[in-house]
């Protein structure tokens, strides 16, 4: 009888994101949880938060948290300060990136001089990188030629140079230091298929292994919901949860409410965790709120359990691949999506694809004041809400961080369990 190989891996995942960035943040935690689960040894080298919970507080492998704090550092815009503050905040780190201050300097001194201590002392066979920012790679871009056999993924959570918001000078940087990744990499994972032929367009590497990795939820799916008829008094409950922010914005979202007349008034509209960012009309203050930030769990319970119709709002930036790390957690917990975006990129063909939810133009406030009434009009007769199990289920965060174990194991090392 032959022996089966032993497929599992030391891995060692560096990032430098706050755990706030909940999208980003969500990602890496289910890398490192479900890697392990796989049966691999993984540590993290990560972001020391310095006013909040850090990657060690919410994770059970060993976690080197690296400090970036300095006399001079950027603000993080964590969508929870007034509107004035917030605005005060962003000029100040606008002033720092015109000046070209480095946002994360001692971060990747300090992550370099600890990673390559680690290299050199424990038998690592990965190092996944994450971006954005480029911080993280730009450390292992260092550190690649002295530890040539350990195999590096490059996480791209976001473009590169392929970005519609650089301006030339931070193009220009950008594509020199994607060029350095794609020549040094050995696999390249981004979240979608899209950004992932962006990479490939930019790429002379022949042996570069490319893979999607799309982002997911992490709770017990709901497949299938009946809702009861209801009654014409009774008000029909849509949120959104998170922070508006750059141009995701509801302005079309508010000029579709006023297209409504009448029937806006059918409507409680809530804005969860939005406390900055975005003024509310004065003759829509009855119908739309803002509420203060839920923890993690609450906000699933609440997507499951609270409302009748979640909003997902993404502007027609001009990128392509955008999902939003919403749709994910919005497409499991049984309550229809409202979803007011790009009507040809990956977030809405995913919601037709599962039958999770609606999607209207968010360029074009009648077709989202149509989608708002025809959902309203459905949900008062009573909704029976059967998604597509098996797109929903291939969703879930184990599911995806299983082709990048796969990825791992069968195509980087080429061995089989």
Request: aromatic share 10%; proline share 4%.
């Amino acid at each position: 009888m032959i022996a089966k190989k032993n497929t599992s891996k030391k891995i060692l995942i560096v990032s430098c994101i706050s755990t706030d960035k909940q999208s980003a943040f969500q990602r890496i935690n289910g890398f490192v949880s479900y890697l392990s689960e796989f049966g691999h040894d993984v540590e993290v080298v990560a972001l020391k938060s310095n006013n909040g919970p850090s990657f060690s507080d919410f994770m059970s492998v060993p976690v080197h948290d690296i400090s970036n704090k300095g006399y001079i550092s950027y603000f993080n815009l964590t969508g929870r300060d007034c509107f004035v503050v917030h605005k005060i905040k962003a000029a100040f780190n606008l002033v720092l990136n015109i000046t070209g201050f480095e946002r994360y300097k001692k971060w990747k001194i300090e992550a370099e001089r600890e990673i390559r201590m680690l290299l050199a002392s424990e038998n690592f066979d990965v190092v996944i990188s994450s971006y954005a920012p480029e911080a993280a790679h730009e450390v292992i871009l260092k550190l690649k030629s002295s530890f040539p056999h350990i195999k590096w993924i490059a996480d791209m959570r976001d473009e590169m140079s392929h970005s519609p918001y650089l301006k030339p000078r931070q193009q220009k940087k950008i594509y020199k230091i994607e060029q350095d990744i794609l020549n040094k990499a050995d696999a390249i994972v981004s979240v979608s298929k899209p950004i992932i032929d962006g990479f490939l367009e930019n790429s002379r590497n022949p042996d570069l292994i490319f893979g999607e990795i799309r982002n997911g939820y992490n709770y017990e799916p709901i497949l299938y919901k009946k809702v009861a008829p209801r009654l014409p008094s009774e008000k029909c409950r849509l949120a959104f949860l998170g922070t508006f922010y750059g141009d995701i914005i509801p302005n079309t979202l508010f000029s579709a409410i006023k297209i409504l007349g009448d029937n806006s008034c059918c409507f409680d509209i809530k804005f969860i965790g939005t406390n900055s960012g975005v003024l509310i009309p004065n003759e829509l203050s009855a119908i739309v709120t803002k509420c203060e930030p839920i923890a993690y769990d609450d906000a699933i319970n609440n997507m499951k359990y609270k409302q009748d119709g979640l909003l997902l709002i993404l502007p027609n930036s001009g990128r392509r691949g955008v999902y939003s790390g919403k749709v994910f957690e919005y497409m499991a917990s049984g309550t229809p999506i409202l979803g007011i975006l790009d009507p040809t990129d990956v977030a809405a063909d995913l919601i037709k694809e599962s039958c999770t939810g609606y999607v209207a133009d968010f360029n074009c406030p009648d077709k989202i004041a149509e989608m708002l009434l025809s959902f309203l009009e459905q949900w008062r007769l009573g909704l029976n809400i059967r998604v597509n199990d098996e797109v929903v289920l291939n969703h879930h965060r184990r599911s995806q961080v299983s082709k990048l174990n796969n990825l791992i194991v069968k195509e980087i090392f080429n061995e089989h369990r």
